[in-house]
């Protein structure tokens, strides 16, 4: 069973930021790369950004480019997903994702609430 500890979801106006972070420990699950995925109720998952741990390599979703920043601490083997100028249609679970390879994903962590409101 994937552990992954996720955190920082909460309630934001449009505009406003807010920072992720997931907890692989050991890199048990992620020996390549981790990635944030999201899903609002009724939407398809949808991917929204990753960086390998080797090289910092990042990739993101165009609807983000310019307004979320992925990062990783190697040392504390966490990834943290800056959101900055939120919008009420990024409201959503967003999880954090472990890769073992290019393209291929493990189990998803069980995710945080990020609520935009108008």
């Known amino acids: 069973q994937v552990q992954l500890v996720e955190s920082g979801g909460g309630l934001v106006q449009a505009g406003g930021s807010l920072r992720l972070s997931c907890t692989d420990s050991g890199r048990t699950f992620s020996t390549y790369a981790m990635g944030w995925f999201r899903q609002a109720p009724g939407k398809e998952r949808e991917f929204v950004a990753a960086?390998?741990?080797?090289?910092?390599?990042?990739a993101y979703a165009d609807f983000v480019k310019g307004r979320f920043t992925i990062s990783s601490d190697n040392a504390k083997d966490t990834v943290y997903l800056q959101m900055n100028s939120l919008k009420p249609e990024d409201t959503a679970v967003y999880h954090c994702?472990?890769?073992?390879?290019?393209?291929?994903?493990?189990?998803w962590g069980q995710g945080t609430q990020v609520t935009v409101s108008s």
């Open positions: 994702v472990p890769s073992s390879g290019p393209g291929t994903w493990g189990s």
């Open positions: 960086i390998t741990w080797s090289g910092g390599v990042t």
